[in-house]
Protein backbone atom coordinates (compact mmCIF):
# COMPACT_ATOMS: atom_id res chain seq x y z
CA UNK A 1 0.00 0.00 0.00
CA UNK A 2 1.01 2.97 -0.78
CA UNK A 3 0.60 6.71 1.32
CA UNK A 4 -2.41 8.49 0.02
CA UNK A 5 -3.17 12.43 0.93
CA UNK A 6 -6.18 14.71 0.77
CA UNK A 7 -6.32 18.64 1.74
CA UNK A 8 -9.39 19.24 3.46
CA UNK A 9 -10.94 22.62 3.50
CA UNK A 10 -10.91 22.83 6.97
CA UNK A 11 -9.51 26.14 7.49
CA UNK A 12 -11.05 25.86 11.15
CA UNK A 13 -11.71 22.12 12.44
CA UNK A 14 -14.21 21.37 15.23
CA UNK A 15 -12.50 20.95 18.67
CA UNK A 16 -13.82 19.38 21.43
CA UNK A 17 -14.07 23.26 23.29
CA UNK A 18 -15.99 24.15 20.70
CA UNK A 19 -18.47 20.84 20.85
CA UNK A 20 -19.02 21.11 23.98
CA UNK A 21 -20.17 24.87 23.89
CA UNK A 22 -22.51 23.96 20.37
CA UNK A 23 -25.94 23.13 21.44
CA UNK A 24 -27.00 19.66 19.87
CA UNK A 25 -28.53 20.82 16.70
CA UNK A 26 -26.08 23.14 15.43
CA UNK A 27 -23.07 20.22 16.28
CA UNK A 28 -24.99 17.96 14.07
CA UNK A 29 -25.38 20.70 11.39
CA UNK A 30 -21.58 21.13 11.86
CA UNK A 31 -20.40 17.55 11.48
CA UNK A 32 -22.93 17.15 8.85
CA UNK A 33 -21.24 19.78 6.65
CA UNK A 34 -17.65 18.97 7.57
CA UNK A 35 -18.29 15.61 6.12
CA UNK A 36 -19.91 16.44 2.88
CA UNK A 37 -16.70 18.67 2.55
CA UNK A 38 -14.75 15.89 3.45
CA UNK A 39 -16.29 13.45 1.02
CA UNK A 40 -15.82 15.98 -1.65
CA UNK A 41 -12.16 16.69 -0.52
CA UNK A 42 -11.55 12.48 -0.82
CA UNK A 43 -12.82 11.92 -4.20
CA UNK A 44 -10.85 15.21 -5.67
CA UNK A 45 -7.74 13.49 -4.67
CA UNK A 46 -8.76 10.07 -6.33
CA UNK A 47 -8.07 8.10 -2.80
CA UNK A 48 -8.10 4.43 -3.58
CA UNK A 49 -9.54 1.86 -1.25
CA UNK A 50 -7.38 -0.05 0.93
CA UNK A 51 -8.35 -3.34 2.83
CA UNK A 52 -5.53 -3.78 4.66
CA UNK A 53 -5.00 -2.31 8.03
CA UNK A 54 -3.78 1.94 7.83
CA UNK A 55 -2.47 4.71 10.25
CA UNK A 56 -4.80 7.54 9.93
CA UNK A 57 -3.28 11.09 10.45
CA UNK A 58 -5.18 14.12 10.32
CA UNK A 59 -3.03 16.98 10.25
CA UNK A 60 -3.72 20.67 11.18
CA UNK A 61 -1.50 24.11 10.25
CA UNK A 62 -3.05 26.69 11.78
CA UNK A 63 -2.83 30.10 10.03
CA UNK A 64 -1.34 32.06 13.78
CA UNK A 65 0.58 30.89 16.32
CA UNK A 66 -1.93 30.64 18.90
CA UNK A 67 -1.93 28.12 21.43
CA UNK A 68 -4.00 24.87 20.55
CA UNK A 69 -4.34 21.26 22.28
CA UNK A 70 -3.80 18.49 19.65
CA UNK A 71 -6.08 16.01 21.34
CA UNK A 72 -8.59 18.65 20.87
CA UNK A 73 -8.42 18.03 17.00
CA UNK A 74 -10.81 14.57 18.10
CA UNK A 75 -13.99 15.18 16.47
CA UNK A 76 -12.43 16.62 13.75
CA UNK A 77 -10.59 13.02 13.23
CA UNK A 78 -14.17 11.54 13.95
CA UNK A 79 -15.50 13.18 11.11
CA UNK A 80 -12.59 12.53 8.88
CA UNK A 81 -12.75 8.98 9.26
CA UNK A 82 -16.27 8.43 8.75
CA UNK A 83 -16.26 10.23 5.91
CA UNK A 84 -13.76 7.88 4.98
CA UNK A 85 -16.11 5.05 5.47
CA UNK A 86 -18.56 6.53 3.41
CA UNK A 87 -16.47 7.17 0.34
CA UNK A 88 -15.58 3.31 1.05
CA UNK A 89 -12.01 4.23 0.93
CA UNK A 90 -12.08 2.24 4.71
CA UNK A 91 -14.44 -0.84 4.86
CA UNK A 92 -14.84 0.40 8.47
CA UNK A 93 -13.00 2.70 10.84
CA UNK A 94 -12.86 0.05 13.64
CA UNK A 95 -9.31 -1.10 15.37
CA UNK A 96 -9.02 -3.78 13.12
CA UNK A 97 -9.25 -1.56 9.89
CA UNK A 98 -7.48 1.94 12.22
CA UNK A 99 -5.46 0.30 14.36
CA UNK A 100 -3.83 3.32 14.48
CA UNK A 101 -4.31 7.30 14.18
CA UNK A 102 -2.26 10.30 14.92
CA UNK A 103 -3.57 13.66 15.80
CA UNK A 104 -0.79 16.56 14.36
CA UNK A 105 -0.48 19.66 14.87
CA UNK A 106 2.43 21.59 12.56
CA UNK A 107 3.64 25.51 12.99
CA UNK A 108 1.93 27.79 10.61
CA UNK A 109 3.53 29.08 7.49
CA UNK A 110 3.73 33.01 6.87
CA UNK A 111 1.77 34.28 4.56
CA UNK A 112 -0.31 30.55 3.51
CA UNK A 113 -3.53 30.34 5.20
CA UNK A 114 -4.66 27.54 7.40
CA UNK A 115 -4.85 23.87 6.32
CA UNK A 116 -6.08 20.56 7.24
CA UNK A 117 -5.26 16.86 5.51
CA UNK A 118 -5.61 13.64 6.22
CA UNK A 119 -2.78 11.01 5.65
CA UNK A 120 -3.55 7.23 5.27
CA UNK A 121 -0.60 4.91 5.27
CA UNK A 122 0.47 1.48 5.82
CA UNK A 123 0.87 0.82 10.03
CA UNK A 124 4.10 0.78 11.86
CA UNK A 125 5.67 -2.73 11.58
CA UNK A 126 5.12 -2.57 15.61
CA UNK A 127 1.64 -2.53 15.41
CA UNK A 128 1.24 -5.41 12.53
Known amino acids: ?26 EAATKRRMHLQARAAYRAARLTPVTEPVHVTLTF ?4 RRRRDTDGLAPTLKVALDALVTEQVLADDNYTHVPAVTLRITPPKPGQPAACWITIAPPPKEDT
Open 1 to 26: MTMQRAVIPWPQPLTQNQVRRLHHYT
Open 61 to 64: QPAD
